[in-house]
């Protein structure tokens, strides 16, 4: 059965009509991508899903394990095992490494232990010695905050994982851990919503579907949305409008 469906999904900002009716759907151990050009509403559409103050559709229903979630606040998404990693990972001014991945834990109703922050370090590549008492703030790279960000979602064993850009100003090392990190949330029989930009990305998704100001234009299998993604004339013009 489906993890989660997405259905004629609208969301209006004040008057600039943001999503147009989204329509999608993620089995379980599925990654599906979704990618488009920036401004496209792909973040718009994660904060939607996630359930954040403000991103309420106007209309359609997002429907996850078989119950709509439209009304639910973002913390029982959470408890649902929704989880969202931020386009731009989050500074806590004040947090240490060992506090955020805690909290982690803490939201599954899990017990803390060492261990356990040392496992989910260990598997993105973040030695837990030198980083466990440092602060989850601007004195750690923007590849290192995403990695640890990272690390958290493992100790939530997320059930939906809606990863926004997780490319975006990372290096390459982080970005071997997000391919690893994919397969370890695929085989555990999670699904993964993939968004991007960047075509390289589709290389990991299951399915893809191309989105177009605030609507998906094009579904199939990721080679084919890459070659589309490729060949498209933007900001979506129709076709007849792009000098060829
Ligand atoms: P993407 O993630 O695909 O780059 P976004 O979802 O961030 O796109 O933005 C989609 C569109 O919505 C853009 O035109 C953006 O300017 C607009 N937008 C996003 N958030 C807001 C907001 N809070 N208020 C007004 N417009 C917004
Ligand atoms: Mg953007
Ligand atoms: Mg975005």
Redesign the pocket.
């Known amino acids: 059965s489906k993890l989660l469906e997405v259905k004629d999904l609208h969301l209006k900002?004040?008057d600039?009509e943001?999503l147009k009716g989204m329509e999608f759907s993620l089995e379980k151990g599925e990654v599906f991508a979704l990618i488009?050009?920036?401004?496209?509403?792909?973040?718009?559409?994660?904060?939607t899903l996630m359930g954040i103050n403000?991103y309420h559709p106007q209309k359609g229903e997002m429907i996850y394990k078989g119950e709509k979630i439209n009304e639910l606040a973002i913390n029982e998404r959470a408890k649902k095992g929704i989880t969202l990693a931020w386009?731009e990972p989050a500074r806590y001014q004040g947090v240490t490494v060992r506090e955020f991945l805690s909290l982690g834990l803490k939201s599954q109703r899990e017990e803390v232990t060492e261990e356990k922050l040392k496992e989910a370090l260990n598997k993105v590549a973040i030695n837990p010695a030198q980083y466990l008492n440092r602060f989850v703030d601007k004195s750690l790279s923007g590849g290192e905050r995403k990695r640890i960000e990272l690390a958290s979602l493992i100790l939530m064993h997320p059930e939906l994982i809606i990863l926004?850009?997780p490319d975006s100003g990372v290096d390459i090392v982080a970005l071997n851990n997000i391919a690893e990190m994919i397969n370890y949330f695929k085989d555990s029989g999670s699904g993964i919503l993939l968004?991007t930009?960047s075509e390289e990305m589709l290389e990991y998704a299951d399915r893809a579907a191309l989105?177009c100001e605030?609507e998906i234009i094009r579904q199939g299998n990721p080679a084919d949305i890459s070659e589309y993604f490729k060949s498209f004339c933007f900001p979506c013009a129709k076709e007849e409008d792009c000098e060829t």
Do not use: F, M, R
């Open positions: 900002i004040e600039a943001i488009g050009p920036n401004g496209c509403g792909k973040s718009t559409l994660a904060y403000n386009q926004d850009e968004i930009h989105v605030g």
